[in-house]
């Protein structure tokens, strides 16, 4: 599975009961301090591995910072070396190279078993949608940015943002789920459209049931959205209907690029509250039933 698949990542089966995952991510700081930015790059990065049902084997660091930030960047990589081990997957190397705009990220290798890899695209009419992490990281990420905000401010969307999707999705394998992606760059809405199509169905979104920062909601109503947020929504919009105009000021939170967002699974119905239950015990507070797959017109979403 390549990349024609626009899944998580690429699966390449070796032998009968194994198969490789391989996949890399990197971005340029989502928050000031070294040591947080480290952790939330590696989660992130290691998050599509736990997407397709995987467990993380081997790590590359990946990075770029100009010489005078290579004091800042060893607590970089002290972060992502802290993930990656609490994962159970070895740092195996990396590159770096000169650059003015610091990036960091990790190309990471992971196994499965070729009959257990969780695609997105297998979503079943009827299925539950379940989403695990509150949205609006993207909005928080920008506001730091912009000096409106201090870290201190959101310690709460940091912890959730270097979570490992882990625990989320060993509860997805043990509960058997029907398909899974993670919410990162392209916003949940542009992920879920990705996931409808993959799968030749449609959604129906509950507003109201979504977890949502609400200090991003906040901001993002006085206009503080990233730039990743009308990206999105030029490219994913079209098959977007909103039912009610509550639904419809949730729009650029829906929309938001996510930096180590949460799993959004697709299960049957009859597993759903199995999952979130099993989501809560293993201290997944936020996660929750927020819509179901429909038989409407492929990647359609109605969000009410
Ligand atoms: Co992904
Ligand atoms: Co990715
Ligand atoms: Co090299």
């Known amino acids: 599975m ?25 971005f340029t700081p989502v928050v000031d301090d070294p040591f947080l930015f480290g952790q939330i790059a590696a989660a992130n990065a290691l998050s599509d591995v736990y997407a397709m049902g995987g467990r993380p084997l081997l790590a590359m660091n990946i990075a770029a910072f ?4 290579s004091d800042i960047f060893t607590e970089v990589f002290r972060g992502g070396a802290l993930k990656i081990e609490e994962a159970g997957a070895i740092l195996v190397g990396g590159h770096s190279l000169e650059d003015k705009e610091p990036k960091y990220g990790l190309s990471v290798t992971g196994l499965v078993h070729p009959d257990r ?3 997105n695209g297998n979503a079943k009419a009827g299925d539950a949608l379940v989403l695990t992490k509150p949205l609006g990281f993207g909005v928080l990420a920008t506001a730091l ?56 169905v449609a959604a129906q979104i509950s507003a109201s049931a979504i977890p949502v ?14 730039g990743g947020t009308v990206r999105n929504r030029a490219f994913f919009g079209e098959r977007i209907t909103y039912a009610t ?23 049957a119905s009859g597993k759903a509250d199995g999952l979130i239950s099993v989501l809560n015990k293993a201290d997944i507070k936020s ?18």
């Not at 100009?66 to 930030?69: E, L």
């Not at 989320?168 to 919410?183: H, K, R, W, Y």
């Open 117 to 119: 890899v969780i695609t």
């Open 2 to 26: 390549g990349i024609g698949a626009n899944d998580d990542a690429a699966v390449y089966r070796l032998s009968d009961d194994t198969a490789l995952i391989q996949t890399v991510d990197f």
């Open 66 to 69: 100009p010489c005078q930030f």
């Open 245 to 267: 105009p509550a639904a419809e000021d949730l729009d650029d939170i829906l929309f938001d690029p996510q930096t180590s967002g949460g799993l959004l699974i697709a299960i």
């Open 213 to 226: 920062w609400s200090r991003a909601l906040k901001l993002a109503q006085d206009g503080c959205i990233p």
């Open 145 to 200: 940015k912009q000096g409106i905000l201090t870290e201190t401010k959101i310690s709460g969307p940091i912890a959730e943002a270097l979570r490992l999707n882990e625990a989320a999705s060993q509860a997805m394998i043990e509960l058997g789920a029907d398909a899974c992606t993670d919410v990162s760059g392209f916003g949940f809405l542009g992920h879920l459209e990705e996931m409808l199509i993959a799968s030749g």
């Open 287 to 304: 996660a929750a039933v927020i819509g179901e797959i429909t038989a409407q017109e492929p990647g359609f979403i109605e969000v009410s």
